[in-house]
């Protein structure tokens, strides 16, 4: 079972505000990814990380950003919400070693009013 | 070309039929392969992994690999309606896990 933790589970929140998506791991994992996946649609990674101090930019542009300052922590912050930011947001892990698959925590649904 | 391509479906089949759920692959090289099902509005969840030529099974669930082909496929014998969700198809591109890349996914749906 994985141990991947999001939180908030549900957020409305107004355009403007600056947002942060929460995602620990306890399974010790050094890499670490943020995708975006839209009702039916496909997933989409915007960040991902190898360890402490390593982000890397995913292959959809996000105006979002992330840190890595613990390998057990990798939160998610958009500066200023916008409508066009709503979406779900996954937050998953693996091991560095070669071959692993990924675990997902449960998502953090934003909508921007 | 996708790196990863499955048919988007959906994809029907009768209650207790097989299921077969189809996956291609861009890489040669690529080593590692995985099945995620993912209900609506929930998060993937790992169900197959597969990593050498040939068939996997784990309970209704078998996965097929054939390398030369680039391809993968998921079967679901006995076909529940707690079945239907969307299928990902992932592939680790490399064999340092630096490429991971999940197909668009295919909807099932097992009709009662």
């Known amino acids: 079972e994985a141990d991947i933790y999001q939180t908030p589970r549900y957020l409305v929140i107004g355009t403007g505000k600056k947002i942060t998506l929460e995602c620990s791991q306890t399974?010790?994992?050094?890499?670490m990814y943020w995708y975006q996946q839209d009702p039916g649609m496909e997933l989409h990674l915007i960040h991902y990380?190898?360890?402490?101090?390593?982000?890397e930019k995913g292959d959809l542009s996000s105006e979002s950003t992330v840190s890595r300052i613990r390998t057990e922590h990798f939160p998610l912050t958009l500066e200023s919400a916008r409508p066009s930011h709503t979406s779900q947001y996954l937050c998953?892990?693996?091991?560095?070693?070669?071959?692993?698959?990924?675990?997902f925590g449960d998502g953090t649904r934003l909508s921007i009013l | 070309q996708k790196e990863v391509e499955q048919n988007s479906g959906p994809l029907s089949v009768p209650e207790g039929a097989i299921a077969s759920l189809n996956c291609t692959y861009s890489?040669?090289?690529?080593?590692?392969f995985f099945w995620y099902r993912q209900y609506s509005g929930k998060s993937p969840e790992l169900i197959m992994s597969?990593?050498?030529?040939g068939d996997k099974e784990d309970g209704r669930f078998t996965a097929q690999l054939n390398k030369a082909s680039q391809y993968v496929s998921l079967l679901i014998r006995d076909s529940q309606p707690s079945d239907s969700a969307t299928y990902l198809c992932?592939?680790?591109?490399?064999?340092?896990?630096?490429?991971?890349?999940f197909g668009p996914g295919t909807r099932l749906s097992v009709l009662p």
């Open positions: 990380s190898y360890g402490v101090n390593s982000t």
């Open positions: 890489d040669r090289g690529s080593q590692s």
């Open positions: 992932a592939v680790n591109l490399d064999n340092y896990g630096q490429n991971f890349v």
């Open positions: 399974m010790g994992h050094d890499k």
């Open positions: 597969i990593y050498s030529n």
């Open positions: 998953a892990s693996s091991d560095l070693s070669s071959g692993q698959p990924q675990h």
